[in-house]
C-alpha cells in the first residue's frame, strides 16, 4: 500500500492530533487569561470539539470500524468508541458550563479531554495501521475515502 492512498485520512488525523495537543497548553495557560480571554479559548475549544472532533468520530464509528471489522474479519471494539463519544460530549458540556472564573476547573477538563483524546485517536490509529498493513490497497483506499467523505473539512476557512 502506496502512502498517497491514505494520504487525507493520514492528513485529517494529523490535524486532528494537533488540535487535541493544543488543549494541555490551552489549560497552561488559562490562569494567565483573563475572565474575558478564558471564556473566548473555552468557546473555540468547545466549537472545534462540537463541529469538528464529534462528527469525525461519529464518522469512524460509522464507517471505519464497521469497515475495518468486514476487511479484518475481527472485532474493532466499536462499543469503546461510542463510550469516548459519550464521555468526549460529557466533557464539552462540563466544559461550556463551566465557571470562566474557576481556571483550575476549566484545566481539569481541559487535560482530562486531552488524555481522552489521546488514547481514542491512538486506537483508531492502531485500526489504520492494521489495515494498511494486512489488507489488499484497494478496499483500504475506498474505505478510507467514505471515512474523509463523512468527516468535517479541517481546513481553516479562507
Do not use: W
Amino acid at each position: 500500500m502506496t502512502l498517497r492512498t491514505t494520504e487525507g485520512f493520514r492528513r485529517e488525523q494529523t490535524d486532528l492530533l494537533d488540535q487535541v495537543e493544543r488543549l494541555p497548553v490551552v489549560a497552561h495557560q488559562l490562569p494567565s487569561l483573563s475572565v474575558k480571554d478564558r471564556i473566548e479559548v473555552v468557546e473555540e475549544v468547545v466549537a472545534f470539539l462540537a463541529d469538528v472532533l464529534l462528527p469525525h468520530t461519529e464518522a469512524e464509528q460509522r464507517v471505519l470500524y464497521p469497515g475495518a471489522e468486514r476487511l479484518l474479519g475481527d472485532d474493532c471494539d466499536r462499543g469503546a468508541v461510542a463510550h469516548d463519544r459519550t464521555e468526549i460530549r460529557s466533557r464539552i458540556e462540563e466544559l461550556a458550563g463551566a465557571d470562566p472564573t474557576d481556571a483550575g476547573a476549566l484545566q481539569e477538563i481541559l487535560y482530562a479531554l486531552h488524555a481522552l483524546l489521546t488514547i481514542h485517536l491512538e486506537n483508531a490509529t492502531e485500526v489504520y495501521l492494521k489495515l494498511v498493513q494486512t489488507q489488499p490497497d484497494e478496499p483500504v483506499r475506498r474505505l478510507f475515502r467514505r471515512v474523509t467523505e463523512h468527516s468535517p473539512d479541517l481546513t481553516p476557512a479562507a
